[in-house]
């Protein structure tokens, strides 16, 4: 019974996926902090970062982990991000332990709308207290919204 109950729920995502993707509601602004690029990719980084050899092992766990996440769709933020047509607005701290740096230089890279990035050392991953960070934020959505 939990089977099919995983199985529905994993269908009514990847439905909730297409249709919001698929929609054209005039999104003005999108703010990304902190994000990761592919799935599969931080997946692996955790796997090394807890001590997971490279190995086959190694490798069908992530196939299963990420089977699992997948809902229904193999779409990735980097790929995603393409299709967003609004200016961007994606931060990140160059030293961010929990998602590595490279992850928005990947997304930056496949961004084709207006993109502005605030890149610095030394905030927290999902650092909110930081007056810098809520002017750029605050002056981006008021230039745009």
């Known amino acids: 019974m939990q089977a099919n109950a995983a199985g529905a729920l994993k269908a009514a995502q990847a439905e909730l996926g297409k ?4 929609q054209k509601q005039a999104v ?8 990761f690029s592919d799935r599969r990719t931080v997946i692996g ?8 050899p490279d190995g086959p092992l190694r490798r069908m766990m992530l196939w299963l ?11 990735t933020p ?3 991000i393409r299709d967003v047509r609004c200016p961007i607005l994606l931060i990140h701290d160059i030293e961010d332990p929990f998602m590595r740096f490279h992850h928005a230089q990947e997304l930056a890279t496949n961004v084709r709308s207006e993109l502005k990035t605030y890149f610095r050392h030394g905030t927290e991953h999902y650092e909110t207290n930081n007056p810098v960070k ?5 002056q981006f ?3 745009h919204l």
């Open 19 to 22: 249709r919001l993707i698929g």
């Open 28 to 35: 003005k602004a999108l703010v990304v902090q902190a994000a």
């Open 45 to 52: 980084e955790y796997m090394g970062a807890v001590g997971m």
């Open 65 to 75: 982990i990420d089977h699992e996440y997948r809902g229904g769709n193999d779409y």
């Open 78 to 80: 980097k790929d995603l």
């Open 134 to 138: 809520r002017h750029i934020v605050f």
């Open 141 to 143: 959505l008021k230039e």
